[in-house]
């Protein structure tokens, strides 16, 4: 025979795989849309900045595609792609009629996830994409599922960089670099970006003020990249939080694809703080961080202090009272009765209870004792004896309470 057994094999079970595969291909379709690949070809010998950051600000401005027409574009891709895999396996020699099944439609999708693609072509295929050539650019889109191709080139001279963006061949930006400028080109590539892929209703805010902070719109976290946020036009509730400053906490009105967020925060308040501890131990933490000699120089208010000693129970401090000093005692633990905590606690709550309905109980029957003319004043007097009786037991208990809590006794 002109094929092995072991050829046929090979070809028959490369059937049964291909199909299967499809059948995964086509089911995944109704799932979820494919993601905008988005080709990226960086020809540069330096790691410069806005060159080896493009594909972080790419991603962050680009995050979600939901301009229409890409959108419309990207599928019309999809559905050719599938369309000629689709009639290749039809074409296979070795597929049966019965096994062929119509294309299923796709599901249309209002926005797609953008998924950047890092490529290294050839010298030859570097060269045909430098000079713009729209043959090897669809090919190289073709061959690697792309949406869309940037090339990123840098020449250097004495150093001094010429950086020119492409996008599908087509020029985009051209600028010069050097370490010893400012430049605003990194703002240009975010904005247009951001124009580019999201529907236009998206500003890009530069921070002017404490970079560190933590910013959030409308409650929720606000999209960064680096010194900008992007934010949805509108008027917006911003709220600026960072660790020893004062929450700032504004209303801007974003209607401009580029603006300024400016701010200044206010220092938090702070004093020297001492921490005293019977028996001494060194395991004190303030705001989760050990206190080194029982001091802290920049305290802040609210705070919470813990103190922990083997041999000893944990105890906890908290104060929103400026201080200066704390001084708090440990309890050996072979002392602790975390039982007398609850049965002190549950005494207080019992005479607290007794009191209110006491004291409620004299109220009403002086009101049923007006209303129908009744000599009830006895019991009024009675009722308002116990609560005067009850309340005196409550505070006891109370006492009691905090004593089983601090010393556990």
């Not at 985009?172 to 999201?198: C, G, I, K, T």
């Not at 001084?327 to 049965?343: F, G």
Request: net charge negative; charged share 25%.
């Amino acid at each position: 025979m002109g094929i092995s057994m072991t050829l046929l094999k090979a070809i028959f079970t490369g059937r049964k795989r291909s199909k299967v595969f499809f059948i995964l291909m086509f089911l995944s379709l109704g799932l979820s849309a494919d993601p905008y690949r988005v080709g990226l070809v960086i020809d540069s010998k330096r790691d410069i900045p806005y060159v080896s950051t493009f594909p972080q600000m790419l991603s962050f401005a680009a995050k979600r595609i939901e301009n229409q027409a890409l959108i419309e574009n990207a599928e019309k891709m999809d559905a050719l792609r599938e369309q000629i895999a689709y009639e290749k396996e039809i074409a296979s020699s070795f597929r049966k009629e019965a096994e062929v099944k119509d294309a299923p439609e796709r599901q249309r999708s209002s926005e797609y996830d953008v998924e950047v693609v890092p490529l290294e072509p050839g010298a030859d295929d570097l060269a045909f994409l430098k000079a713009g050539d729209d043959i090897a650019i669809d090919y190289i889109k073709y061959v690697n599922d792309l949406d869309e191709l940037y090339l990123i080139s840098v020449e250097e001279d004495d150093g001094l960089y010429e950086v020119s963006f492409s996008l599908d061949g087509l020029p985009l930006f051209r600028f010069f670099y050097s370490e010893y400028v400012d430049s605003d080109a990194e703002a240009e590539l975010l904005n247009y970006m951001l124009l580019r892929y999201r529907t236009g209703s998206y500003a890009l805010a530069h921070i002017n003020g404490n970079t560190s902070a933590n910013i959030f719109v409308d409650g929720g976290m606000a999209e960064r990249y680096a010194d900008y946020l992007v934010i949805p036009f509108g008027m917006r509730h911003i709220e600026v939080a960072s660790p020893s400053y004062e929450t700032e906490s504004m209303d801007v009105m974003v209607d401009s694809s580029f603006t300024e967020l400016c701010y200044e925060l206010t220092k938090v308040r702070t004093m020297p703080l001492f921490i005293s501890t019977l028996p001494y131990t060194d395991d004190v933490y303030y705001q989760g961080e050990r206190v080194s000699g029982g001091y802290v120089q920049d305290t802040t208010y609210p705070f919470s202090l813990i103190a922990t000693k083997e041999g000893f129970e944990s105890r906890t401090v908290q104060s929103d009272v400026g201080e200066h000093s704390v001084v708090t005692t440990l309890l050996p633990s072979a002392l602790y009765y975390p039982e007398r905590v609850n049965e002190k606690k549950g005494e207080m709550y019992t005479h607290l209870l007794i009191t209110l309905l006491s004291y409620g109980a004299s109220i009403a029957v002086d009101v049923v004792s007006d209303i129908y003319c009744l000599e009830l004043a006895p019991v009024s007097t009675l009722m308002k004896g116990v609560s005067v009786l009850e309340l005196v037991r409550t505070f006891t208990a109370l006492f009691e309470y905090k004593d089983a809590l601090g010393y556990g006794i």
